[in-house]
């Protein structure tokens, strides 16, 4: 007793050390059970893949093959040590033959992509950030031989900042692990499903192609620029709103738009087939002695839309914030499909600006806009900005304030994912 009195004492005269203790104790304890917890989930989906990697295979047989295309700039430059420490394992469990590209310039994925045929691979992953992943997307929707994204799945292991597709995939409320594991396994599994794809096409010919959705005006300006507040540590987030409002006022985007507005009609979806070419048919005696061959079936090229009966509208736009969205950032019952244009106010007040921003760092989103502006849900859409000197937002990458006309493309690349029946909300 006399020792707990002792101790109680010496806590009552130096509280404020003892206040420090008890924090850095509760951190200690917090930080060894979530490294804990982190090498458990490693473990167990490890364990799972090497379910798979225990199978026999013939001898015939190879082991599927998986192209990961790196960027070793993720994670603060630290991407190759977190990919070999989260995913590779998984991977190598399952017995896959993995073959890393790391990826050292802009446009290097979108260049092996043009020369990469079929049979080099039997999947694609991606380990890096939305910036690599909409270069792999742009680099397989430019391929010529259009049966490559129908037979060759993509997998996602996010290690950027925002990671916005992939925890459409795989989950949002996961932690950073969780997410690569995840990633990992779904490639394991081999389940998957075919995602919209969104068309971007500028005047000069040249088309991108992005998952999620493109965004301009006050709000991403804002987000963008909070960066340069780093030594205002959390504040940052705040600041850059207030300092957005009263620095360039009004923040208005102008802008022409054209569009067609979505309906079942005309968004209906119609199948177009690649017929198989025809031998040549040989004389008598071939017939009773050339082997059976058995004729390969049509293959399903493309699903496309009827443009015959759309109707152009045009629209000239003064508003703080305008974005349009693909179907994995809308309402999965939603029966007609389209892109998801939304219109924020006209003139907004300075104080409704800075209390939106506030309120979209308190309650973190992945769509795009708030819910509060006006929406329509167009088939497609053309955008001539007033302002060259503004930027597009492109699935979180910058890209020049050019005319561009934006299209929804149905059901056109195959992601891995956990559950082929899952949809993306």
């Not at 404020?16 to 850095?24: E, L, Q």
């Not at 067609?260 to 119609?270: C, D, H």
């Amino acid at each position: 007793m006399a020792l707990v009195i002792k101790y109680a004492k010496v806590i009552r005269n130096n509280w404020k050390k003892s206040v420090v203790a008890v924090g850095a104790a509760i951190y200690g304890v917090k930080y060894v059970k979530g490294k804990y917890d982190e090498e458990w989930i490693r473990r167990e989906f490890c364990a799972e893949a090497l379910k798979y990697g225990n199978v026999r295979i013939g001898l015939k047989e190879r082991p599927r093959k998986i192209t990961v295309f790196l960027n070793p700039a993720a994670s603060g430059g630290g991407a190759l040590k977190v990919f070999e420490k989260n995913a590779a394992p998984i991977l190598h469990s399952a017995g896959l033959d993995v073959n890393i590209v790391k990826v050292e310039y802009e446009g290097q994925v979108k260049k092996f992509l043009s020369i990469m045929e079929k049979s080099d691979t039997d999947g694609i992953l991606v380990a890096g950030g939305d910036g690599t992943l909409l270069e792999t997307v742009t680099g397989i929707m430019r391929k010529e031989d259009k049966t490559f994204r129908q037979n060759i799945p993509v997998g996602v292991i996010p290690l950027g900042l925002k990671n916005r597709f992939a925890k459409l995939l795989f989950g949002g409320d996961k932690d950073q692990v969780l997410l690569m594991c995840e990633g990992a396994m779904s490639v394991v599994r081999g389940l998957g499903r075919s995602v919209d794809v969104i068309s971007l096409k500028e005047d000069n010919g040249r088309t991108a192609y992005a998952l999620c959705g493109l965004e301009t005006g006050a709000f991403w300006e804002a987000e963008h620029r909070k960066s340069k507040y780093w030594y205002l540590s959390v504040l940052k987030h705040r600041m850059t709103y207030i300092r957005s409002a009263f620095s360039d006022w009004p923040p208005a985007v102008k802008a022409k738009v054209s569009y067609v507005l979505a309906t079942e009609e005309n968004t209906q979806l119609k199948q177009q087939t690649e017929q198989p070419k025809q031998e040549p048919k040989g004389s008598w005696l071939s017939m009773l002695f050339k082997p059976k061959v058995i004729k390969p079936k049509a293959e399903v090229i493309e699903e496309e839309t009827d443009d015959e009966n759309d109707v152009l509208e045009t629209r000239d736009l003064s508003t703080v914030e305008l974005t349009a969205v693909s179907t994995c950032l809308q309402d999965p019952t939603q029966t007609v499909k389209g892109l998801e244009v939304g219109i924020g106010p006209a003139d907004p007040s300075v104080w409704e600006f800075i209390t939106e921003g506030w309120r979209r760092v308190s309650e973190p989103s992945l769509r795009l806009g708030a819910k509060t502006n006006e929406t329509m849900l167009v088939k497609k859409i053309r955008i001539e900005p007033e302002d060259p000197t503004k930027f597009y937002s492109i699935d979180g990458e910058l890209f020049e304030s050019v005319p561009v006309t934006i299209e929804l493309l149905r059901k056109r690349i195959k992601f891995f994912c956990v559950d082929p029946e899952f949809k993306l909300s």
